[in-house]
């Protein structure tokens, strides 16, 4: 029972990049999936999350507008797309899960049951 990421990389600022956060052993369609990153030597930062219920997410200020976080139940895989990236978006970015608590919102306060090995991005011309 795990989450596996992919598709971190180097990217240039105004690049877009996707990375993906899939289930391994449970049926992620149940769980509310957040994001956060940490860039070096800087404390762990809220990105966003998505609740199993469909179109309820929630970002952070630094990634709204920017970024976006949809699920392919079917692929047990929930995404989150970086889009005009900039420097600042650099760092290790990590997924988690657990079982909603709200119906309506999902909270990145959460205490999650599944974490992501975290999967890296890096911005630079």
């Known amino acids: 029972v795990q989450l596996v990421q992919s598709g971190g990389g180097s990217v240039q600022p105004g690049d877009s990049l996707t990375l993906s956060c899939t289930a391994s052993?449970?049926?992620?369609?149940?769980?509310?999936v957040g994001w956060y990153r940490q860039a070096p030597w800087k404390e762990r930062e809220d990105v966003g999350c998505?609740?199993?219920?469909?179109?309820?997410?929630y970002f952070a200020d630094s990634a709204k507008g920017r970024f976006t976080i949809s699920r392919d139940d079917a692929k047990n895989t929930v995404y989150l797309q970086l889009n005009r990236v900039k420097a600042e978006d650099t760092g290790n970015y990590f997924c988690?899960?657990?079982?909603?608590?709200?119906?309506?919102?999902?909270?990145?306060?959460?205490?999650?049951?599944?974490w992501g090995q975290g999967t890296s991005v890096t911005v630079a011309s």
């Open positions: 998505i609740h199993s219920n469909p179109g309820v997410t």
């Open positions: 988690a899960a657990r079982i909603p608590v709200y119906d309506t919102v999902c909270v990145l306060s959460y205490t999650w049951d599944y």
């Open positions: 052993g449970f049926n992620l369609d149940r769980y509310v």
